[in-house]
């Protein structure tokens, strides 16, 4: 492949808080590094439909502040396939962009290796799920925000929780991973997390009521990852069933917690990461993500950033069941 002329850039999976201030960072250092850049609409979908559009550093302008992604995005079961890819990599050759930055997940980034790989084509990732589930970044692109989120739901949930001496299971996002479930957890002062990392082998339920949690606590709150099995309306109805003196409720903060202006910390990740792409790009790098490891930008092979079992430091568990006696 010659010299890179035209960087496209898509936005994939899931929207975070954040993706907005990626793509501008993308579109703007490319710009300052003389590349063209192209937008592409709908993420995987619209790379294979050739939803395509060549951005200026206007396109970006007053995004930095908006949550969501101003090119959309699409969960796109075709581009898990080798047809798929080949029809995306066909409207890259015909609209000229050589080489892609896609902003997103697990799976988009697993999409992005496995494109990279079968057409020799240099793609860059950058970490944007508010579920923090990517290895080799201390944080992912959206995820502060959403613990902010969370954290000033939880605290009017607090309100009435404490008012009417009641338990609430409060839901929060996730996919497989407990990290906005367990941080939100000390950031609310909660009186326990219950997340998917700890349900193999303990029956977390058992072990918080167990802990005698009324004995000191009119009130308390329980946060909850989600799952298609043991949500919070699970746990809910258990406590119902094993514990009728309690008055127990639930609150799911479903898609409330995606949206909203990406915080401080979100908007530098994004612009360090996104202006790190470019710069992987220049390196002849290809087929690696762009994290922030203490402070430092690094770039992590697809291969280890998509690992499956990310976990959360296991002490910080000990810190809740600690502080929340
Ligand atoms: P979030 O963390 O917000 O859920 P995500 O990127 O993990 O974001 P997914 O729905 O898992 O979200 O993936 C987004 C898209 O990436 C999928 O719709 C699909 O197009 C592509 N993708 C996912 N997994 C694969 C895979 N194994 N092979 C190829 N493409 C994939």
Not at 112 to 126: K, N, Q, S
Not at 230 to 236: K, Q, T
Not at 290 to 318: A, M
């Amino acid at each position: 492949m010659g010299k890179i002329q035209c960087i496209g850039i898509l936005t994939s999976g899931g929207d975070a808080p954040g993706m907005n201030a990626a793509i501008r960072a993308v579109t703007r250092a490319g710009i300052s590094n003389g590349f063209n850049i192209m937008g592409v609409y709908r993420g995987y979908e619209g790379l294979i439909k050739g939803e395509v559009k060549p951005f200026t550093t206007e396109d970006v302008s007053g995004i930095i502040t908006r949550g969501g992604t101003i090119l959309k995005t699409a969960r796109c079961k075709e581009f898990t396939t080798p047809e798929g890819r080949q029809k995306a990599f066909e409207t890259c050759q015909r609209v000229g962009i050589d080489a892609l930055v896609v902003i997103g997940g697990n799976g988009s980034l697993t999409g992005a290796r496995d494109f990279g790989m079968e057409f020799d084509f240099p793609v860059i990732g950058l970490p944007g799920t508010i579920d923090n589930d990517l290895y080799g970044t201390d944080a992912t692109i959206g995820y502060d925000t959403t613990m902010n989120t969370i954290m000033e739901c939880v605290d009017r949930i607090r309100d009435t929780a404490n008012s009417h001496e009641r338990i609430f299971f409060v839901e929060v996002m996730g996919r497989d991973a407990g990290f906005l479930a367990q941080n939100c957890a000390i950031a609310c002062g909660a009186e326990a997390a219950i997340v998917p990392e700890e349900t193999t082998d303990v029956d977390q339920l058992a072990q918080f009521m167990g802990r005698g949690i009324r004995k000191s606590k009119k009130s308390c709150i329980v946060i909850v990852s989600e799952s298609p099995k043991c949500g919070a309306l699970y746990y809910a109805d258990r406590v119902k069933k094993e514990f009728p003196e309690f008055d127990v409720r639930v609150s799911i903060l479903g898609h409330l917690q995606r949206g909203g202006s990406p915080s401080a910390h979100d908007r530098i990740l994004a612009s360090c990461t996104g202006a790190g792409a470019i710069e992987a790009i220049k390196q002849g790098q290809r087929n690696v993500m762009v994290g922030i490891r203490n402070n430092e930008v690094v770039y992590v092979p697809f291969s280890e950033c998509i690992r499956t079992d990310k976990r959360f430091d296991k002490r910080l568990i000990t810190v809740l069941n600690e502080l929340s006696i």
